[in-house]
Every structure is written in C-alpha cells, then in structure tokens.
C-alpha cells in the first residue's frame, strides 16, 4: 500500500462515496469506519495530503472524525478548536 494520502487515495481499493467536491455539504453515505482523505494543507497546493476516519455522529447529532495531528502529541477528534 502507498504511503502517502493522495496516493492511497488513487490506488487503494474501496468505493467513493462522496465525489470530490469542496465544501462537502452531505455527509449521509458515510458510516462510521469509513475514511475520508482531503487537502488539510491549502498551502501546499490542491492536492489530498491527509486521511482521517469517520466516527459516526455524537450523542448531539454532531458529525465525529478522528485524524493525527503534525505535532507528536497524538491524534485529535474533529471537535478540537471547532466544529468538525
């Protein structure tokens, strides 16, 4: 498997179930488990260069992801600093 998220993107088997599109405003056909891959660094170009998973929604209804950070203090649920 490649290392890198756009790569894995492009030859990692699985479905796509939201087509690439920017913002993302229907997040129905994800179920939890499922990875999402999006350009967490516009600096860097239009590229996906980061991969998350999908949780689920919380006990408020609220969307739930989970990825890692670039610092070495560990992964960060998508509520940190803000809605996800």
Not at 53 to 75: C, E, H, Q, T, V
């Amino acid at each position: 498997m490649p290392r890198r998220a756009h790569q894995i993107f492009d030859s990692a088997p699985g479905i796509v179930v939201i087509a690439r599109q920017q913002p993302v405003t229907d997040f129905a056909p994800l179920q939890a488990g499922d990875l999402v891959f999006f350009d967490a660094d516009p600096g860097d170009g239009p590229q996906i260069d980061h991969i998350g998973m999908y949780l689920g929604r919380d006990l408020d209804r609220r969307l739930r992801f989970i990825s890692s950070r670039k610092a070495r203090n560990g992964p960060t649920l998508g509520d940190y600093h803000g809605a996800s």
